[in-house]
């Protein structure tokens, strides 16, 4: 396995470990708290995704030799910020949690039931997911609204790097925002020593309660999101990459190690996309059978990144909170984007994903139960409704 190694493959594993973590760690951090946790709850779920993700994507990357690259879900987090408090408080969410890792596990075990899945028209899944979004995406905006001097410098650098390298805008927000936090906010006068406190962030752990809104309300809709927004999109990368990895086993994988962490408030890793795309280019290494170590590398990557996830989450609170939501909505406008167009393209289910974005982004909730349940619910619904009159006026016609 270590004459496969090479300087390219570490390079671009580092590479894919900041970016990963780097662009959308503040929307883990805002979903966690968005569903109760303390700073203290929040900064170890953050720390247990990115130990879980590397430690999950080492072991799928030697097992099958492919660059295989595990994630927290990012849609997941936006979920979490989109549900809002849990009933229960955050013990609830991590039942719920541990409910979505189980049906994860149940997806790549179980074909029927993951064929049941599939048959879920990706439009309504792609318009629960930009529902979620719309909202979260308004941030940079309003952060602007709020104080142009702070808001601006961090939406000005997404938008000028993205021009050049969309992989590393994001990064560059955060980059920025850091940089405006240091000189432009006034910083308590004890700021370093709570950063310094913070490193290695506590383990706490969290006991986890059930209810049946928490069920329908949570934990239904983000296995939802991140089998069709990640486990999904993570599988199709690698196959338009001639990498042929056994689906069932993959998704199992990732709901084992997203079973493993829920108890400390991880809301569970998925398959990656984008990483998984950077890993599997020719940019990882000239030869597609020596990838692999690239995303062995990220891993590795991630495990240390969580040893600071304290301190993100130290540093974050130090600052107004739309700002950080700035940085994390546009994290995000990238992947509304694309569910937007997966939701509205098609002709035959536009209608019915129309139904479910709108519920979705409304932010209501019947019985306890979010949205984004409801909008996928309607959704469905409408959508084969609409099939089964098409189908019957189609026998009539033949007729």
Request: aromatic share 10%; charged share 10%.
């Amino acid at each position: 396995m270590f004459k496969d190694f090479s300087a390219q493959a570490l390079f671009m594993g580092i590479l894919v470990a900041f970016v990963g973590f780097a662009s959308s760690f503040a929307v883990v951090l805002q979903g966690l708290r968005a569903v109760g946790a303390t700073d203290a709850e929040a900064a170890t779920g953050l720390m247990m995704l990115s130990i879980s993700m590397g430690l999950g994507g080492i072991y799928l990357a030697r097992k099958y030799r492919m660059p295989i690259s595990v994630a927290w879900s990012t849609p997941g987090a936006a979920l979490l910020i989109n549900s809002g408090p849990i009933e229960g408080g955050f013990g609830v969410a991590i039942g719920a949690f541990i409910i979505s890792s189980i049906l994860v596990i149940l997806a790549g075990q179980i074909k029927p039931f993951g064929t049941l899945i599939n048959k879920i028209p990706s439009a309504i899944a792609n318009a629960m997911l930009a529902g979620i979004l719309v909202i979260l995406c308004f941030a940079p905006f309003k952060a602007i609204a709020f104080n142009p001097a702070l808001g601006l410098p961090i939406v000005l650098a997404w938008l000028i790097v993205g021009r050049f390298n969309k992989v590393l805008a994001v990064p560059a927000a955060l980059i920025a925002f850091v940089i405006v936090v240091v000189l432009a906010i006034e910083l308590p006068t004890d700021s370093a020593a709570q950063l310094a406190a913070a490193f290695p962030p506590k383990l706490d752990l969290v006991m986890p309660g059930f209810s049946l809104p928490a069920l329908f309300g949570l934990a239904l809709p983000l296995f939802f999101v991140n089998m069709a927004s990640q486990n999904i999109p993570g599988l199709t990368v690698l196959r338009v990459h001639n990498y042929e990895a056994p689906a069932g086993s993959l998704f199992s994988t990732t709901g084992v190690f997203s079973l493993l962490a829920a108890p400390f408030g991880a809301h569970g890793v998925t398959l990656a996309a984008i990483t998984a795309a950077m890993c599997a280019s020719e940019d990882a290494h000239p030869d597609p059978q020596k990838r692999y170590w690239a995303a062995i590398i990220a891993g590795i990557a991630y495990l240390f990144f969580g040893l600071a996830a304290g301190v993100a989450a130290t540093f974050i609170t130090l600052a107004p909170g739309i700002l950080i939501e700035a940085v994390a909505g546009l994290a995000l406008i990238g992947a509304f984007a694309g569910s937007a167009k997966g939701a509205f393209e098609g002709e035959n289910h536009r209608e019915a994903a129309a139904v479910t974005f709108l519920i979705s982004a409304s932010g209501v909730s019947f019985f306890g139960i979010a949205g984004a349940f409801w909008g996928l619910l309607a959704g469905i619904f409408i959508a084969y409704a609409n099939n089964l009159v098409r189908r019957n006026k189609e026998n009539l016609d033949n007729k």
